[in-house]
């Protein structure tokens, strides 16, 4: 499969809702519980994308894939760290759309003199943690029981790249 990866847009908003609603009504790989409207998704783009980095994998025009990086933590000394977020749509996981968005980010990160990249992977989701292990990422340690949705105790994986 062919594709591009390029800088998100606001008006790509409606095809990660639907790439990311899913994931938020069926899965606990997000701890969000209600899905989010295309208003707020383009709010997102807008607040992430001037500041930090937002990307999409395009196939032919659609959408199939992002990735973004955000502030990790609200105080100034944590600047130059950041935590990242990858979603694919369903079906292709594990065909390397994750790797070259992750590659494409970080490449992107190192260029705004970003430091270090904080990986999240919440309750079980073994491709996640493949993945960020594969591009290099260090599992440095699991909250247990730090969520909870669909009525169950969720623990929380971090990982960390540095950029240095």
């Known amino acids: ?3 591009l990866v390029r800088d998100a847009k606001v008006d790509d908003a409606q095809a990660i ?7 938020v009504r069926q899965t606990t790989i997000s701890f969000e519980e209600q899905e989010v409207g295309v208003e707020e998704m383009k709010s997102r ?7 930090h980095t937002w990307i999409v994998y395009e ?5 199939l894939g992002y990735a973004y990086a955000s502030q990790w933590r609200g105080r100034p000394a944590y600047r130059y ?3 990242s977020a990858i979603y694919i749509s369903d079906g292709l996981q594990g065909k390397g ?5 992750y590659e494409s980010l970080i490449s992107r990160l190192k260029e705004s003199g970003f430091k270090l990249i904080v990986g999240v992977v919440a309750g079980e989701n073994p491709r996640s943690e493949l993945l960020h292990e594969a591009m290099g990422f ?18 929380v994986t971090f990982y960390q790249k540095s950029l240095l």
Not at 97 to 101: A, F, P, S
């Open 17 to 23: 809702c639907e790439i990311y609603n899913p994931v």
């Open 1 to 3: 499969m062919k594709g």
């Open 45 to 51: 783009i807008e607040r992430i994308s001037h500041s």
């Open 59 to 63: 196939v032919d025009g659609e959408v």
């Open 81 to 83: 760290s950041v935590e």
């Open 138 to 155: 260090e599992k440095v340690g699991t909250f247990k029981n730090a969520g909870f949705k669909f009525g169950h105790w969720i623990d």
């Open 97 to 101: 759309v994750g790797r070259l968005l």
